[in-house]
């Protein structure tokens, strides 16, 4: 397959960095050097990518085409001035750090850094990822359309006009995997306290959850009457349905959630 990417630069190679640089490699990516100083976190792409420990000791002669920081985003001020050779303004910088302000990322990199920020969740491990992008100021067409194919090998990809709205996306799709495995969790609970066997109890959830998801994301319909369709009126749906949606549980809970969630994405904007 004829690599359609540039070279590339990893910065971290954590579970999110490592689901993309798999889906790069699957793209045809021909050159990577990943920056990740736990050897085992990188292990799986030896042979495939050039790791490294730190910036020190990146090929002299490696010029990426995009550097993408993977870190975490408390991480960012000590760790970003190493890099700031390659920001010329050239070199696309894709940042998928929580929160991580263009302001901040440029403080570190120079002002002439061409910067996007994204936001991608954990299923780009198995290419169902859901990425939401923001180019900054300076981006060219060329470097956007660049982060694209980027953060397209690993699922779906929209972009917003405002830098802010990074930070409700941070807490809605970002978290979002997280609450979704909690629903999970709590339903196999339940449904042991029940009475039920743990294994089946186990397997039901997961697949009730899973093939829910895989029915959203082939129907036209609203989430609202997909729900309503499973409730039958004075059935048992609607008696737990009458339990899950008073005034101060899930609904009301879940808008808490998402403010908490977007709160912390600013402060920690740096």
């Known amino acids: ?69 993977a870190i975490k985003p408390q991480e960012a001020p000590t760790t970003l001035p190493a890099y700031a050779r390659f920001a010329t303004g050239e070199t696309l910088f894709v940042s998928i750090m929580a929160g991580r302000s263009v302001a901040s990322m440029r403080e570190a990199l120079g002002a002439q850094a061409a910067v996007v920020r994204a936001m991608p ?35 779906e990809v929209a972009w917003v006009e405002e830098e802010d709205q990074i930070n409700p996306v941070t807490a809605v799709s970002g978290g979002g995997p997280a609450y979704v495995f909690l629903l999970a969790e709590v339903m196999e609970k339940a449904a042991i306290e029940q009475g039920l066997p743990p294994d089946l109890a186990r397997r039901m959830a997961r697949a009730t959850v899973a093939g829910s998801g895989a029915l959203l994301a082939a129907s036209t319909q609203d989430a609202a009457d997909l729900r309503k369709a499973v409730t039958s009126p004075k059935g048992t749906t609607e008696r737990a349905l009458n339990v899950l949606m008073a005034p101060d549980a899930w609904p009301g809970l879940m808008s808490q959630a998402i403010k908490a969630a977007t709160d912390r994405a600013r402060e920690l904007a740096g």
């Open 121 to 155: 969740n954990t299923p780009a491990a198995v290419r169902q990822g859901f990425t939401v992008g923001y180019a900054a100021p300076g981006v060219t067409a060329a470097q956007k359309a660049l982060a694209d194919a980027l953060l397209r090998a690993v699922g």
């Open 1 to 69: 397959m004829t690599s359609t990417l540039p070279d590339l630069l990893l910065i971290g190679c954590g579970k999110m960095g490592g689901a993309m640089l798999s889906g790069w490699l699957e793209r045809g990516l021909s050159r990577a050097v990943v920056v990740e100083p736990h050897a085992q976190a990188a292990a799986a792409f030896a042979g495939r990518a050039t790791i490294v420990p730190d910036a020190a000791a990146i090929p002299a002669d490696f010029r990426p085409g995009a550097v993408v920081l």
